[in-house]
């Protein structure tokens, strides 16, 4: 890391200690490690999703040959952070539950293509009862984990910048752009700082050869929320990617508030001799790393229209 780089993470680790944060979706694959990884940094946290959320530093995002210390230190971080049971669709309890708190990660909800009144019901109406809680409870911030789904329909031989209109691959990506607009909204009207956070294709390591241009490590989805959590940027949304070689969107927007990805999914073992994304991509033979051919959407298989009608149901 950069000295300019180091001094920044340890103000924003400065920022972060003590402060009160509420992580929904907090049982997910990326609240899971998100929120070890914020106790780490000092958080002080409150957990909710609508399942049980298992204690930080445990379940899914234990290492298995976690030692008997490891244990006891896992075991007085759960002491330390609070866990609630709450649907996103509850305003009562998520504005009783945000009282006190400094910030709110938004993660909770449907992270792909489902029947759009799910996906309205939960991620637009959802978000909105988590903004206009954050707004009663007089939270100062609330991070969205929005998507490059909202993007997908782009070409990939575009790069993509945040100015540039939505297109997104179905309706889970229509779902992130009304939860950005929301977050637009109140930031616009009540003041609410709101920071959209447009997330890669997260995992341990890139798992197909689309993911080597949207792969986000772990480690830089966590540089990601911390800079979102601590910029002093009133409103904005930038995408959060490793530094992949072969990125397809512009990360001067991120940059600008701090986020400085690390990664890049073409240096991970393995990468030249990744898959193609899987059997549902489209048949012609200009898919997302598609050798020949026009571009194909940046989505992939995503962008199919069976993607979307397999998961229709009403
Ligand atoms: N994982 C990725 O690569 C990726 C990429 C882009 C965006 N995102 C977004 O990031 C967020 C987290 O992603 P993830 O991979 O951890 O997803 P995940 O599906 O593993 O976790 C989502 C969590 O939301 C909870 N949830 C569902 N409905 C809820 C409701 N009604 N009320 C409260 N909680 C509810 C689920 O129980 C689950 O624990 C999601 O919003 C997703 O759309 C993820």
Redesign the pocket.
């Known amino acids: 890391m950069s000295d300019v780089a180091e001094s920044a993470a340890v103000s924003a680790s400065d920022r972060l200690r003590g402060a009160r944060w509420v992580v929904?979706?907090a049982?997910?694959?990326?609240?899971v490690h998100l929120r070890a990884a914020l106790h780490d940094l000092g958080v002080v946290l409150v957990s909710t999703?609508?399942?049980e959320v298992p204690p930080v530093g445990s379940g899914a995002g234990a290492d298995a040959d976690a030692t008997a210390d490891a244990d006891a230190t896992a075991d007085a971080a759960a002491a330390a952070e609070q866990r609630e049971v709450?649907?996103?669709?509850d305003l009562e309890a998520l504005t009783a539950l945000f009282a006190g708190c400094d910030g709110v990660l938004h993660?909770?909800?449907?992270?792909d293509e489902a029947d759009f009144h799910d996906l309205a019901t939960?991620n637009v109406v959802?978000t909105y009862h988590v903004l206009e809680a954050a707004r009663r409870a007089g939270v100062g911030r609330v991070v969205f984990?929005?998507?490059?789904?909202l993007t997908g329909s782009y070409d990939t031989e575009t790069t993509v910048d945040v100015d540039m209109p939505p297109r997104p691959d179905g309706f889970y990506g229509v779902s992130k752009v009304a939860g950005e607009a929301l977050c637009r909204l109140y930031s616009d009207k009540f003041g609410l700082s709101t920071i959209a956070i447009r997330?890669?294709?997260?995992?341990d390591a890139p798992e197909d050869t689309r993911q080597l241009h949207t792969w986000?490590s772990r480690a830089d989805a966590v540089r990601a929320f911390v800079a979102a959590m601590t910029t002093d940027v009133h409103v904005a949304v930038f995408y959060a990617v490793s530094a992949n070689r072969d990125g397809w969107w512009d990360l001067a927007a991120g940059e600008a508030l701090g986020f400085s990805p690390q990664d890049d999914a073409s240096a991970v073992a393995g990468a030249a001799s990744l898959p193609e994304p899987d059997g549902t991509a489209p048949a012609a033979p200009s898919g997302p790393a598609g050798p020949a051919g026009p571009a194909g959407p940046q989505g992939g298989p995503y962008a199919s229209p069976e993607w979307s009608l397999d998961r229709m149901t009403r």
């Open positions: 929904t979706g049982a997910g694959q990326i609240g999703d609508v399942v709450v649907d996103v669709a993660l909770g909800g449907i992270s939960v959802g984990a929005s998507s490059n789904r997330i890669g294709s997260y995992g986000l």
